[in-house]
Nanobody, 124 residues
Framework: VQLQASGGGLVRTGGSLRLSCVGS????????TAWFRQAPGKEREGVSC?????????FYVDSVKGRFTISRDNAKNTVYLQMNSLKPEDTAVYYC?????????????????WGQGTLVTVSS
């Protein structure tokens, strides 16, 4: 089982990035999949999650509501995080994670598999 996160980069305040999380060895449509981030010197924070396809719910932490959108493409076994109106405080390493879970997701679940992280840097 492997999760491959990508899409990070350097962007100016107000810019956009789309992160991708590709699963191999698992079918993400049966899993709750989440994005976490960890900024230097700070604890890891759950940003957003998307439930398995049969439940089809999403969650966002308050600080990203209205700016970030999580979605999935089952044909590509990929979960995306579209990040718009980026702010310097969004700067962090972003990780995707997944756990087999067939109810509404949450960032407090015991996520079993983790991607390697992708760095997002937002300049002011």
């Amino acid at each position: 089982v492997q999760l491959q996160a990508s899409g990070g980069g350097l962007v100016r305040t107000g810019g956009s990035l789309r992160l991708s999380c590709v699963g191999s060895g698992i079918e993400l449509n049966y899993y709750a999949t989440a994005w976490f981030r960890q900024a230097p010197g700070k604890e890891r924070e759950g940003v957003s999650c998307i439930s398995s396809t049969n439940v089809d719910t999403t969650f966002y932490v308050d600080s990203v509501k209205g700016r970030f959108t999580i979605s999935r493409d089952n044909a590509k076994n990929t979960v995306y995080l579209q990040m718009n109106s980026l702010k310097p405080e969004d700067t962090a390493v972003y990780y995707c994670a997944a756990v087999p879970y067939l109810m509404s997701c949450g960032v407090n679940l015991d996520y079993r598999w983790w991607g390697q992280g992708t760095l997002v840097t937002v300049s002011s």
